[in-house]
């Protein structure tokens, strides 16, 4: 991605609240960040952009073609061992950690929501609510609805831990589970789903 000031600011969201809001920037990078299959990583803000420190997993190419499925054929060989036909069925691999440092302008970050938004053919479809992008909108959308300014977002696989500072200038540090992510999703999603149908 483009690159920026090497120092990292606090990040204005009245800079862009007319043209995107934390919810929409974070859904975006989000994106981005799927495509690396980042678990583990921190977002930083930088400059009127992301700074983004993590590791990428490869993953063998059946797992990448169909993570569901084969996870549960893992699941089922290691517990059964049972074996279809005269080949064992795959199993998901991690072939590679590798280290990640991408730095995302506002441009940059304007650009993935284009494409991304041309690519979701159907909005009223259900998204996964684990996935990296839709876990960064809903936090994205909690900060915006505290009116708060992000100051870093770690997430280590299941865990992420938020800290920003609010509108009264107190810097708060919140940690999520998966669990209360998805709760939190939820609320979102129905809040969404009431202002569609009204």
């Known amino acids: 991605m483009s690159s920026v000031k ?11 609240k007319n043209a995107l809001g934390y919810e929409q920037l974070l859904r975006a990078v989000g994106q981005a960040l799927e495509k690396d299959h980042l678990q583990s990583f921190e977002l930083t803000p930088l400059g009127n952009g992301f700074h983004i420190r993590g590791s990428a997993v490869a993953l063998d190419e059946a797992a ?18 049972h074996r279809n036909g005269d080949e064992e069925m795959p199993v998901v691999t991690e072939t590679a950690k590798a280290p990640v440092d991408i730095r995302f302008t506002f441009q940059d970050i304007q650009q993935l929501e284009i494409d991304g938004r041309a690519r979701r053919v159907d909005g009223h479809l259900m998204a996964n609510a684990a996935s990296v992008s839709q ?9 915006n609805q505290k009116r708060a300014r992000l100051l870093r977002l770690t997430r280590d696989r299941e865990t992420v831990s938020l800290e920003y500072e609010t509108s009264l200038g ?3 540090k919140e940690s999520f589970s998966a669990t209360g992510l998805y709760d939190m999703w939820v609320r979102m999603y129905m809040q969404r789903a009431g202002r569609l149908n009204q």
């Open 6 to 16: 090497d120092h990292i600011v606090a990040y204005d969201p009245d800079n862009v």
């Open 64 to 81: 990448v073609a169909e993570p569901a499925a084969i996870r549960v054929r893992s699941l089922l060989n290691k517990l059964t061992h």
């Open 135 to 143: 876990v960064l909108r809903c936090l994205g959308a909690y900060l």
């Open 170 to 172: 107190s810097q708060i």
